[in-house]
């Protein structure tokens, strides 16, 4: 699958459209528009669209299933990583560049290949947390020091699958940040990726505390 992304941040509007094409037949997957005035989110599904301010319908959660189950849809997240590794695209300088991370760090979480490597901690987090790290925090992010307490607690809030990676351009470093914190008590508590502000996007892509979309 060839994935095509269209990332705009203009006045008053961000939004991310991907797209795909496959043996000459093209598939629209998901578009994502956030509108300022209105402080309003919407999520487009097989051209339907849905608003996070809305409850989670029964129709929507069967369109987001029907994407999230599409065996051309699967290679999203590791399409994702690359972007994120290769382009480094500063997300918090771009709401259309942090959707994108965003779904990709939620998708990329539930690979086969990461959960067998659920027990390793990538060395770029340990560099920002201890009593004397080696590396500071940007973007308003911030340390932990007992580094023992933050694995045990899985490295939540530092922009990651867990700590077995740190995606360091959607925050700017691998530190503690409030909306990676909020997404990962989503996404890891009692029901985990099936709180319904984390399986239907919300959680994700909007902070549904706030009431605004995520940034660091």
């Known amino acids: 699958m060839k994935y095509s992304l269209d990332l705009q941040d ?7 459209d991907v797209s795909g094409q496959k043996g000459g037949e093209k598939f ?3 578009e994502i528009a956030h509108q300022v005035n209105s402080n309003n989110l ?4 097989q051209d339907k669209t849905f608003s996070v301010k809305d409850e989670n319908s029964a129709e929507e959660s069967v369109k987001l299933e029907e994407l999230l189950t599409n065996p051309n849809f699967s290679s999203f997240s590791t399409a994702v990583q690359q972007v994120h590794d290769k382009l480094k695209l500063p997300g918090w300088k771009s ?7 965003r779904i990709g760090m939620s ?14 901690v990538d060395e770029d987090i340990l560099d920002y947390h201890g009593w004397f790290p080696e590396k ?19 490295c939540t809030g530092t922009c990651g699958p867990k700590c077995m990676m740190c995606w360091q351009w959607v925050c700017g470093d691998c530190c503690v940040h409030t909306g990676c914190l909020r997404h990962d008590k989503f996404c890891r508590g009692p029901y ?25």
């Not at 203009?10 to 991310?16: D, F, I, Q, R």
């Not at 919407?42 to 599904?45: I, V």
């Not at 500071?136 to 899985?154: F, P």
Request: hydrophobic residues 30%; proline residues 4%; negative net charge.
């Open 10 to 16: 203009k006045e008053g509007v961000s939004t991310l």
């Open 28 to 30: 629209n997957f998901l």
């Open 42 to 45: 919407y999520l487009t599904l």
């Open 95 to 101: 709401p259309s560049t942090m959707f994108l991370y």
């Open 107 to 120: 998708l990329h979480h539930n690979l086969p290949s990461l959960q067998r490597e659920e027990e390793t």
């Open 136 to 154: 500071e925090c940007q973007q308003n992010g911030w340390k932990y020091n007992d580094v023992d307490d933050l694995i045990k607690k899985r």
């Open 192 to 216: 985990g990726k099936f709180h319904k502000d984390c399986v239907t996007f919300r959680g994700v892509l909007w902070d549904t505390i706030t009431d605004t979309p995520y940034d660091c």
